[in-house]
């Protein structure tokens, strides 16, 4: 059959589902290396404050289980990660059908989409929260349902009188990102109790080890309430490059999402990796130490300056810099790579990771040379 009859103009575009299309794209932070090629710079001069990484590089018990996985890395890894799942089990005194492993928690948010979204159904999040709520449901045909926030924090009676009898999905995260706010245990047994039963509360805890008192919802869990609770191993145990993240709920929840999760998600050495991690107890509590030390140098230094920001209760803290993008890139130029957050409604804010004592202080002083004043 001669090609014209087959559409020799047709593209990719024209095949493409058409909903592809028009998704959006995860901006992520600038790698060192990026920026060291784009400005000409030394990268081992560079300092990323950016993505929200542990400062204090990996857990060294998880370098070290991740190196001896490493010999046997011409096998694959067990697709059920049991040793994973019993460890997590151990540690929240919950079943082990009650967790799920995922690529990141970002892939288990995916996955809660395969399992439960679809054109005409709604999902409701804040306005300023981590935009990959909103991505996955765009991803899948749904409607995303954007509150504002109340004082730059996240009202959840706000977030109640956007449920509709469509809604799927609520996403809270707390602490959230990137603004920077924890919402209390009394706010989400209050919100919970009161959700509908077609409505599943997503509540990531990419920044709960950071906490004090992080809220626990495995009352409510074992109480019936519909709920998914995800965890990271990217933040204080500085495992970002393995990707390797996990959910907790009711086991009918988990049994369902596994169904939508692929064959050996997650690799062996990112496995064996988390599974130390969890007992580095000691690498964890210099983590906080040294994390609340910095914080409070950097929210010192805004305060001299000036400058209005949200205090941190993460890793990180949000400063209203006026224009963000045009600090970012004189920032960017001296080396130092932050987070502007216009692409979340916040143009005038930029988003600082905590870095070591001799980041913050760069920082402090390239600010007050940018700034004015």
């Known amino acids: 059959m001669p090609a014209t009859q087959w559409g020799e103009r047709m593209t990719f575009a024209d095949l493409a589902n058409k909903g592809i299309l028009t998704q959006p794209i995860y901006e992520a932070g600038k790698p060192i290396d990026q920026v060291a090629r784009e400005l000409g710079l030394d990268p081992a001069g560079i300092i990323k404050l950016a993505s929200n990484e542990n400062p204090f590089g990996p857990s060294p018990k998880a370098v070290a289980a991740g190196e001896r996985a490493l010999r046997e890395a011409n096998l694959y890894p067990d697709g059920g990660y049991y040793a994973l799942r019993q460890k997590l089990a151990q540690k929240w005194s919950l079943g082990m059908d009650q967790f799920i492993i995922g690529d990141g928690s970002n892939e288990i948010l995916e996955l809660l989409g395969h399992a439960f979204l679809s054109p005409g159904v709604e999902c409701v999040m804040h306005q300023s929260s981590f935009i990959v709520y909103k991505l996955v449901t765009l991803m899948f045909g749904a409607t995303p349902v954007e509150v504002p926030l109340v004082n730059m924090r996240q009202d959840l009676k706000t977030l109640a009188a956007a449920i509709t009898p469509r809604t799927r999905l609520v996403f809270i995260g707390s ?199």
């Open 175 to 373: 602490p959230s990102n990137p603004v920077g706010v924890a919402n209390t245990q009394a706010e989400l047994d209050e919100f919970l109790q009161a959700l509908p039963p077609q409505v599943i509360l997503v509540f990531d805890e990419a920044y709960a080890e950071y906490l004090e008192n992080a809220p626990d919802l495995r009352p409510m869990i074992a109480a019936g309430r519909k709920v998914i609770c995800l965890r990271t191993f990217s933040k204080i145990y500085g495992l970002a490059s393995l990707r390797v993240g996990y959910g907790y709920a009711a086991p009918e929840l988990i049994a369902i999402v596994q169904r939508a999760r692929q064959p050996f998600n997650v690799n062996g050495v990112a496995v064996a990796a988390a599974i130390a991690a969890l007992d580095d107890h000691e690498f964890v509590t210099q983590c906080l130490r040294e994390n609340r030390a910095g914080l409070r140098q950097l929210e010192s230094a805004l305060k001299k300056l000036g400058l209005a920001f949200v205090p941190g209760t993460g890793n990180f803290v949000l400063a209203k810099v006026g224009d963000g993008m045009r600090v970012f890139t004189a920032l960017q130029q001296r080396g130092i790579i932050t987070r502007p957050v216009k692409p979340y409604g916040l143009p005038e804010w930029l988003r600082i990771t905590v870095g070591t004592s001799a980041q913050n202080e760069r920082l402090i002083v390239a600010l007050t040379e940018i700034l004015p004043g």
